[in-house]
């Protein structure tokens, strides 16, 4: 029992350690840190987590480089081995017990945020944790990749490091957002590229290997910020939303994690009137159809993912009613939202992640169908179009699909899984047109010896035009609907209440990784 003398010396030997872990014990690696207009780690996750919901794990691990340090400089600055991990509850007041992940982060101020040994065997812990109790997982992955210096474990290549193998078993069983800032490269990069989705920051380079492996290879000096810049990554699909900075990237993480944690209250419906009027009555006429997403889901429920890849196709996360759902759409003011290799990845990637985790799909449909061409098919556009097809009809989520104007063709079909039949629902707008080709080169092609016998260009192309336009009244959603290829052809303003009434229909489906993996592209 306490003898009432005040603090135990052992008591006082561990709080005066655990002292040494936090950011105040190293002010200058802070400042420099905040100097550069960063957060520290901590400040990161603090930011993330639930107040008080934070149980970290191997808080107190230190560079294993005693051969060449000493174990007090160590202890001072080297803590956690530069890398914070455990269990909290995020998004608590709205998820309640669902509200329980895992974290981790990098510290960029203990040794550029490299990967040491014991912060690969913290790692290794906390991996097959998050597969025991299945946790979402949120990794600030910013730092520089394997750490050479450790000199306390013998070492031929590091090559049995498990870490990675267990992180990329993760994928499909539970949710897994990186954040990167700064410079993220080799294992970091990793460990972000495994992840299922990656928020970065402006100022990111994102790299395989940074600029001493680049130039060990005989690739010449490259500045580490012209690694991987946000321009590249962006542009090529490897990251998933770009934001200002780590505060703003934390709360997005907060809010993308909240779309695979559940169903919350429903939001509030946008005016759905306004749909009548978001298809240009010129039939060639682009438009955005971001807006057509905003209008149907509760506003101020969706994020757009890789936009600045593909942007012939959408995709974004959302609620309606609450439930959370996946979109994709085609984009008419890029390539008139034809489907190409990018776009086909683009979305089978999305749906994959969807079907995973639980979410609904709805597709909005608007496309002349897969890009043609030379130029197209030296993209390897067979394979990556048929991916994904076949990722349509591998869904086992519920899938609803809008043909807002047109669908014509396989690619059309792609975006329905891969039959106007395949959804649990198929509804078209009044605008819709539908054909199993463009309608025009149909006409080209079935009448092809009829035009070809008329000599007179002008008189052949009028011919083009009357016989394409009687194939336009043809192709109408009605006349489909009346031999039921479409389900119904419906007022624009009704769509979000038969979208919900559907997935009410087809009952929750909190799937929770019983899939399969997430294709990491």
Known sequence: MPDGGGERDDLAELLARRALTEDAARADAVDRRHAGGGRTARENVADLVDPGSFVEYGRFAIAAQRGRREVDDLIARTPADGLIGGTARINGELFGERAACAVLSYDYTVMAGTQGALGHRKKDRLFELIERMRLPTVFYAEGGGGRPGDTDYPVVSALDTRAFALWAKLSGLVPRIAVVAGRCFAGNAVIAGCSDLIVATENVSLGMGG???????GLGKVDPDEVGPIAMQAGNGVVDVV???EAEATALTKRLLGYFQGATPPGVAPDQACLREAIPARARRAY??????ETLADEGSVTFLRERFAPELVTALARIEGRPVGFVANDSRHVAGAITSDASDKAARFLQLCDNFGLPVVSLVDTPGFMVGPEAEATGLVRHASRLLVAGAALRVPLVAVILRRGYGLGAQAMVGGSLHEPLLTVAWPSAHLG???????????????????ADEAEREQRVRDLTAAAEENAKALNAAALFELDDVIDPAETRALIAATLAAAGPDDARGARGFVDTW
């Open 211 to 217: 600029p001493a492996m680049i130039e060990g290879g």
């Open 243 to 245: 934001v200002a900075d």
């Open 288 to 293: 955005d159809v971001r807006p057509v997403v």
């Open 436 to 454: 199993p080709m463009g309608l025009e080169g149909a006409v080209r092609l079935a009448l092809r010896k009829e035009l070809e016998a008329i």
